[in-house]
């Protein structure tokens, strides 16, 4: 158990909503990672955050993807307007960046989007 | 050229078998290297970390040649228990890992 929580774990919706996933990390954690992950593909990087800043966020796949960490320790992950081909798992992961090169993530269970 | 290349297989290989991945990176400026296990419908966890010397944990041995830009993940004596995705991944600045698709390992009794 790595201790990063995602929920939901699955999520049907149609095309056109919006839909909403959280991340809880690590406690100590104050890096926090999203990626999406499609089949037979490795996870794709999204955006982070180290505490409650954005520090990265020019991957983020269209302007309707939008990510929040407000208060440093868990995060959000919006779909605005939702479109098929956004169906993905949708991945968590945090970290504790002491050094750079040894930032370690560990990642969360997921969230399986499924837009029909 | 991806970012980061793995040869995807499927490696299928009795168990007891010795089997080696490969994987090369585009960016000279990469920092840092991985491999990380994901099994089916599963998240990725971390393997083992890549050092510039090489190092080993029990079956798992890892190199790292920056020259060549080329990472290797050796398992000797492979179990039931080792299938799974084997993802390469590279740290190119501190905060942007990029994955490899994977390389897909069965052990067959």
């Known amino acids: 158990d790595t201790g990063v929580s995602q929920d939901p774990r699955h999520k049907i919706t149609k095309r056109g909503q919006n839909v909403t996933f959280r991340c809880d990390p690590i406690?100590?954690?104050?890096?926090l990672y999203w990626y999406r992950q499609t089949l037979g593909q490795g996870p794709e990087f999204l955006t982070y955050?180290?505490?409650?800043?954005?520090?990265?966020k020019s991957r983020l796949l269209s302007d309707r993807f939008s990510a929040e960490r407000p208060k440093g320790s868990f995060s959000t992950l919006e779909i605005q307007r939702t479109e098929q081909g956004d169906s993905a798992m949708y991945l968590c992961?945090?970290?504790?960046?002491?050094?750079?090169?040894?930032?370690?993530?560990?990642f969360g269970p997921g969230t399986r989007l499924t837009v029909l | 050229r991806k970012e980061v290349e793995q040869d995807p297989g499927p490696f299928n290989v009795p168990e007891g078998a010795t089997v080696a991945f490969n994987c090369t990176y585009s960016?000279?400026?990469?920092?840092?290297f991985f491999w990380y296990r994901q099994d089916c419908r599963k998240e990725p966890k971390l393997l083992m970390s890549v050092y510039s010397s090489g190092n080993e944990d029990g079956r798992f041995t890892a190199q790292l040649n920056r020259a060549s830009q080329y990472i290797s993940l050796l398992i000797r004596d492979s179990k039931l228990s080792d299938s799974a995705t084997y993802l390469c991944v590279v740290n190119i600045n501190n905060n942007d890992m990029r994955f490899g698709a994977g390389t897909r390992l069965t052990v067959k009794p």
């Open positions: 960016n000279s400026a990469s920092q840092s």
């Open positions: 992961a945090s970290s504790l960046a002491r050094r750079p090169s040894t930032d370690t993530q560990y």
């Open positions: 955050f180290q505490n409650e800043a954005q520090l990265e």
């Open positions: 406690s100590e954690h104050n890096r």
